[in-house]
C-alpha cells in the first residue's frame, strides 16, 4: 500500500490531528518525539515503533544512534 493510500486511511479512522507521515523512518520517529515531550514535565515518555522485523530493528538503530548516552553523562 502506497504510504499516501495509507495516511488517507488512517486519517478516516483517527482524525487528521493523530495521523502524519515523513519521508523516513528517522523524520518519523524525530517527529513522534517532538510531539510527545511535556514541556513542564521531566518524565519518561515512549513511543512505540511498529512493523516488520527489518523496520523495528533500524527504528532501534536509529533511536540508538541519536539518544544514547555518552560515558560522561553516564558517570554524572
Known sequence: MAVGDLETLATQVFGADRVFAQP????????????????????????????SVVTVGEART???????????????
Open 24 to 51: 523516513t523512518l528517522a523524520d518519523a520517529i524525530e517527529k513522534a518525539i517532538k510531539d510527545s515531550v511535556r514541556p513542564l514535565s521531566e518524565e519518561s515518555l515512549a513511543i512505540l515503533i511498529t512493523g
Open 62 to 76: 536509529a533511536v540508538r544512534k541519536k539518544y544514547a548516552k555518552s560515558p560522561i553523562e553516564e558517570g554524572k
